[in-house]
């Protein structure tokens, strides 16, 4: 196991030897370490850092474990990694079940990003392509875009890439209203016109 010291590398090796197939993957300037194709944990600055997120990284942090902070384009990013320390190191069967945990909850993520990656395909004018753009965005379900809103997830969409076409904007609010963007009713139709109008000069001059 890369990147730890001798003595976690041997408690680790044998952690995750009972998980299964685990890899590393260079990730956040460190090494990700991987399971069935998710990534649950992480080894930086040599530290072992294990993956929670919502309750299980609440549980984490009440256990004074701290979050790891990636410095990206010069700013502190805190992600959702949180680092064993010393005592848990001497306790390692605690230690599996955190392992596990964490494991778990990152194999539940993934499904549900699958699931929701899916049901945003059920909508007309939604290609494969665009599910993969909305993705990067943070959007992964119908869900999600409607609580962003089409002019929101639009707006994104161009800052990423200034080429996206316009009616890309007709196409994510039809997906919200669950019909095909020829038929949106007209009052939308018109707002979303006069929206791109409105706001047509963000991305004009965008190289």
Not at 159 to 172: C, G, Y
Not at 179 to 196: F, G, I, T
């Amino acid at each position: 196991m890369n990147g730890l010291l001798d003595e976690k590398r041997r408690v680790a090796e044998s952690l995750f030897a009972d998980l299964g197939q685990v890899s590393q993957r260079s990730q956040f300037g460190g090494l990700g370490v991987w399971c069935d194709g998710v990534m649950f944990a992480l080894i930086a600055e040599g530290e072992l850092y294990l993956r929670g997120r919502e309750a299980l990284g609440r549980d984490y942090a009440a256990r004074g474990m701290c979050p790891f902070i990636y410095t990206k384009r010069g700013f502190p990013v805190r992600l959702n990694y949180y680092r064993v320390d010393a005592a848990m190191w001497q306790h390692p069967h605690s230690l599996a079940d955190l392992l596990q945990r964490s494991l778990q909850q990152a194999r539940s993520d993934q499904a549900s990003r699958l699931a929701a990656m899916m049901r945003l395909h059920t909508r007309p004018n939604i290609s494969i392509n665009m599910e993969r753009r909305l993705y990067r965005i943070g959007i992964y379900s119908l869900e999600d875009l409607a609580r962003v809103g089409a002019t929101q997830a639009f707006s994104q969409l161009k800052e990423a890439n200034h080429q996206v076409d316009d009616r890309v904007l007709f196409d994510l609010a039809a997906a919200v209203q669950g019909c095909h963007s020829a038929v949106l009713p007209r009052p939308l139709n018109e707002a979303l016109r006069q929206w791109l109008q409105g706001n047509a000069h963000r991305w004009r001059y965008k190289k």
